[in-house]
């Protein structure tokens, strides 16, 4: 494989997009994001290009999540710098390209896929899942919240599911997702490539071409196996359909068993401003438009780049350090204000505007 950061081929009439840092597990900087941009949009308009397939180098993952390290390192090297900025407009651009793309966007998702990573599967026309697929969105065990569209897809999935999983970081195998419908189909990983190979080989011309992406994608699907969150749901509504995160905490508080015993432990190590943020996130995006979403997270992106927000704390005690050790300000759910959290809602300069 090459040593670029990702790779672009027209093969067979399919755009395939290669994310190739497989050491580091596909994660997404700010340079293979640029590359995306600029080669995306000349896809959806060149007849040459009849589907675009995304896929991830190595055995491990898609793509594990943005490369947030390189935010902490420009927040305390350079504090004037622009990565801060640029990596959310810019990632926030190519989620919505992806989310409005004419053509068929298949992601082939054989192993991780979190945060960032599922940016670029969820929002396309087609998700599909191998027995290695492994699904989060671990933004708040860092103090952010789950951006990359998180507050549209999560807000839209069954009952209080998608609150459990933003705050929780809950993972998911291919079964859960396919129930839960963040992915469309379970094939193999071993018949990954005559899936692609079937896709290069179709005719997918005209106004039809998702539903002739579907049928060939039918041909090579089995059975996930049995899903575990339909036996969860009535305790996730039960715990996490609430107002506030201190609500859910009390409600996990009351619920024997454990399972709840499991999740207040889980939110308990967490940052509270991140929770009530995320919270709020998915309150204000359950109704809105995909752009009015993205912008409300970009927004809230901007106020999290403060140097003393929780979010570069959560990268240092993870990421950096790996102490384990996070130090939230406030240190309890009950110190966050109503003050707090609407300002990350606060429009911010060089607001996101889509072309």
Known sequence: MSDREILFEIKDGLGLITLNRPKALNALTHGMIRELEKVIPGWEKDPAVKAVVLRG?????FCAGGDVTNLYRESRENPSGTLRRDFFYDEYIVNR???????????????????????????????VASEKFLFAMPETTIGLFPDVGGGYFLSRLPGALGVFLALTSHRLKA????????VDAYVPSAKLN???????????????????????????????????LP???????????????????????????EWAKKQLTA????????????LEQLKRCANRSFEDSMTIEYRMSQHAMRPDHDFFEGVRALLIDKDQKPKWNPPTIEGVTREMVDAHFKPVANDLVFG
């Open 57 to 61: 180098a190595g055995d491990r993952a």
């Open 97 to 127: 390209r992806i989310y409005r793309y004419a053509k068929p966007w298949i992601s082939l998702i054989d192993g991780i896929d979190m945060g960032g990573g599922v940016g670029l599967s969820v929002h396309g026309s087609h998700s």
């Open 175 to 182: 079964a859960d997702a396919l129930w839960a419908g963040i």
């Open 194 to 228: 005559d899936l692609q190979a079937a896709l290069g080989a179709a005719d997918l011309s005209g106004p039809d071409a998702n539903r002739k992406v579907d049928a060939i994608i039918a041909r090579f699907t089995e059975d996930a196996g049995m899903p575990t």
């Open 231 to 257: 036996s969860m749901m009535a305790d996730i509504d039960r715990c996490f359909s609430a107002e506030s995160v201190a609500e859910i905490e009390a409600k996990l508080k009351k619920q024997p068993g």
């Open 267 to 278: 939110l308990l190590k967490l940052s509270p401003l991140s929770m009530a943020i995320t």
